[in-house]
């Protein structure tokens, strides 16, 4: 199942696997949770693929280690140790063997990439950090209502591919559900109430936040819910990750121009924490405060020189009583304020 190519004819390389969330085990009939959740396997040389006993991990309900089990799991290698993908081995047929469950996963050491075949199947690029499911692998439809709870342990939230690293959340196919989308929804800052982030279609197993990086301050919590229509399933499992705030949007055009801009914080009303985007038109020295009714500064949340762009920062009212607040912009003789209120 697992091994390299364009590598030495006696070279050793190790190849991990880490659970990114819950799996599942074959007990007394059923797929149970808890199980492999990290594992590595060691090959020598370049991959045979004509080989009856070619390495590769095997469910550990059977005969033979090193073992796995049914879960979403992130690949990587020795070799070259930040390329990874994550399969998503979460189907109860696969691990069932209603379809044989061989496959070939190999690291191309001379491209630096993952590649995986079906058997009689030419190899098939994985992009780096990409998600690749065994249906996907196998050409199947997903079976997932063989796995205890699945729905309530589904979701799990890992970095984004790219940096600065931003939350990416990943699930699997509903059962029982005939599911034309999912809505995956979060919040900011550990109470409250959860608001819509995104609607994906029912192929559509992962969703990137993109602008607010991972990090050891607020917590951002992630749920999904699939949809048809106006029917709707229950929520999946929840998932947090502690975040930094956010960043500067990269527009990816070096021609746009920007006017000074104080946009509405979101969510509002909020609690206990929102988010505050604004513009910059030029290099300015820019001031962005909170105050009160009675016009007391609260806080100071920007207080430095700034490119032109669009930003977005986190306002954190935890330790404040409900109410109506301001928040003030100032730069190169613009202010604009807005009004906000917190909901306790």
């Not at 390389?13 to 797929?31: K, L, M, N, P, R």
């Not at 330790?319 to 928040?327: E, M, T, V």
Request: net charge neutral; charged share 10%; with cysteine.
């Amino acid at each position: 199942m697992l091994g390299c190519t364009n590598v030495g004819s006696s070279e050793q390389v190790t190849h991990y696997i880490d659970a990114a969330g819950e799996v599942w085990q074959y007990s007394g009939g059923s797929f149970v949770t808890g199980g492999v959740y990290n594992n590595s396997l060691v090959t020598v040389g370049n991959a045979n693929f004509q080989s009856a006993d070619w390495p590769g991990f095997n469910f550990n309900w059977l005969y033979g280690g090193p073992y796995w089990s049914l879960g979403l799991y992130k690949v990587t290698n020795s070799k070259q140790t930040d390329k990874y993908f994550y399969l998503d081995a979460r189907d109860s047929d696969f691990g069932g063997a209603v379809y044989n469950p061989d496959f070939f996963v190999v690291f191309n050491n001379s491209q630096g990439v993952y590649q995986y075949k079906n058997v009689n199947q030419s190899l098939t690029t994985i992009p780096q950090g990409s998600l690749v499911s065994v249906w996907q692998i196998k050409n199947q439809s997903a079976n997932t209502a063989g796995l205890q709870n699945y729905w309530s342990n589904v979701l799990v939230v890992v970095p984004s591919i790219a940096q600065p690293y931003t939350p990416r959340v990943i699930w699997g196919p509903i059962s029982n559900f005939s599911a034309t989308g999912y809505k995956i929804y979060w919040r900011y800052g550990g109470s409250g109430n959860f608001s819509l982030l995104a609607t994906v279609g029912a192929n559509t197993f992962e969703y990137t936040h993109e602008g607010l990086a991972i990090g050891n301050g607020l917590i951002a919590e992630y749920k999904v819910q699939a949809y048809n229509g106006s029917s709707t399933s229950d929520f999946s499992n929840t998932v947090s990750i502690g975040t930094s705030g956010w960043f500067k949007q990269n527009f990816g055009v070096e021609n746009n121009t920007f006017n000074y801009q104080l946009n509405q914080n979101y969510p509002n009303p909020f609690n206990p924490a929102t988010v505050i985007s604004f513009s910059v038109a030029e290099n300015s020295f820019i001031s962005l405060k909170v105050y009160d009714v009675l016009g007391n500064e609260i806080s100071e949340l920007v207080n430095e020189i700034k490119e032109p762009g669009t930003y977005s920062v986190s306002f954190d009212a935890s330790k404040l009583s409900s109410g109506i607040y301001f928040y003030t912009l100032k730069a190169n003789g613009y202010s604009l304020t807005k009004k906000m209120l917190l909901a306790k």
